[in-house]
């Protein structure tokens, strides 16, 4: 390409003008340029004498902290010497105080283990005494399972009771009646109510299947045959042991259990009530202690009122013997009276005698001339002898 072919033309003064234009300008930009390098060349200078004095300083400071570190150090290993030191005082006292709490938890340790074997062999003991106890309970078991052997049981807890109430007068066991049965036992009231039997053979088959009964069928079938049972047996006692004129219009069902007590009056309270219609009073344990106790005041009564007219007799002997001794005593006082009035009179002769025996003791004894008065019966006052 040629400049003719340029669509502008290089001899055109306007375009000289604009290439001069952009040298004034390029001369500008590189006259600023030189003026800013200039500055920054200052400032830089004045930084690297502000930073040469800030080194400087720096320096110094590095020195006084030397220094600084050095008292620090000085200082701190004081310190850490005065901490050692304390640190080992504190050790020590620790190491003796848990010596001396280690010497206590060891004896308390010690004593503990001692109130432990001793507890142990309390534990021992009670264990013995619980294997002995089981033991017994399956021997009682083994005992009410046998219905003779029951039996027994029953009568031996009813004499037990029985010889703790009454007097050994007052009752008999295994007493015969005039029907030929044999009541367990046989108290001797008076008459009324008269004598009375206890019984103590109460069916604990029909209460042990009641007890042990799971469901609800099992346990209306015990309930039956604890109605049936009891029932049976309270008409047994009342045609067995209720006869007229011979024994009292009743008789006691002794029931060897609280329990089977409870029972019958919270389960069973239309058996009490024909109990009660057939006159068989049911007791427990407790309840024929009561009674027992009731019976003995009533002998007791009894026997006072039959010993009142020997109470009389000696009362009327005992009154004749009162006045036998009150005739006696005024005898005595009769007797002492005289005897005291005796002694005065006795006092008085002896009076009178000192007396004339001290008159007698003043006489003087000269010879008397005829016809004169003896000095004895002048002083005396008695009259001359003829």
Not at 209 to 230: G, Q, S
Not at 313 to 337: I, M, T, Y
């Amino acid at each position: 390409m040629t400049a003719a072919d340029l669509p502008i033309d290089p001899a055109d003064p306007r375009l000289w003008l604009a290439g001069a234009a952009v040298l004034l300008l390029l001369l500008l930009l590189s006259i600023r340029a030189s003026s800013r390098a200039a500055r920054q060349s200052e400032a830089l200078a004045q930084s690297m004498q502000a930073v040469g004095n800030r080194v400087q300083g720096l320096g110094e400071a590095q020195q006084r902290l030397a220094g600084g570190l050095t008292h620090v150090a000085e200082a701190q290993a004081a310190a850490q010497s005065a901490m050692l030191a304390t640190m080992e005082r504190r050790l020590e006292e620790v190491t003796k105080s848990m010596g001396d709490t280690l010497h206590g938890q060891a004896t308390r340790t010690a004593r503990s283990l001692g109130e432990l074997q001793q507890r142990l062999q309390a534990i021992d003991k009670a264990q013995a005494n619980i294997e002995k106890l089981s033991g017994d309970v399956l021997g009682l078991q083994d005992i009410l399972a046998n219905k003779q052997t029951r039996g027994a049981f029953g009568e031996i807890q009813l004499n037990d009771i029985v010889q703790k109430a009454l007097p050994s007068d007052s009752y008999t066991m295994q007493a015969t009646l005039s029907n030929g049965r044999r009541a367990d036992c046989l108290i001797h009231l008076p008459n009324p109510p008269g004598p009375i039997v206890i019984d103590s053979k109460f069916p604990l088959e029909a209460y042990e299947k009641l007890r042990n009964a799971r469901d609800e069928r099992a346990l209306a079938e015990a309930a039956r045959d604890m109605r049936t049972a009891v029932r049976s047996h309270l008409r047994a006692i009342a045609e067995k042991y209720v006869i007229e004129g011979e024994t009292a219009d009743g008789a006691l069902m002794f029931l060897p259990s609280e329990a089977v007590y409870a029972e019958l009056h919270a389960s069973f309270p239309e058996l009490i009530r024909e109990g009660f219609a057939l006159r068989v009073w049911t007791v427990s344990p407790t309840t024929c202690m009561a009674t027992l106790n009731t019976m003995r005041a009533v002998l007791k009564d009894v026997r006072m009122r039959e010993q009142a007219g020997h109470v009389r007799r000696e009362l009327a002997l005992l009154a004749k013997d009162v006045d036998r001794l009150g005739d006696r005593v005024g005898n005595l006082d009769r007797h002492f009276g005289q005897a005291a009035k005796d002694i005065a009179d006795i006092k008085i002769s002896a009076e009178k005698a000192g007396r004339r025996a001290q008159r007698l003791d003043n006489f003087d004894f000269e010879e008397i001339a005829p016809g004169a008065e003896p000095p004895i019966k002048a002083a005396a006052g008695l009259p001359l002898a003829e």
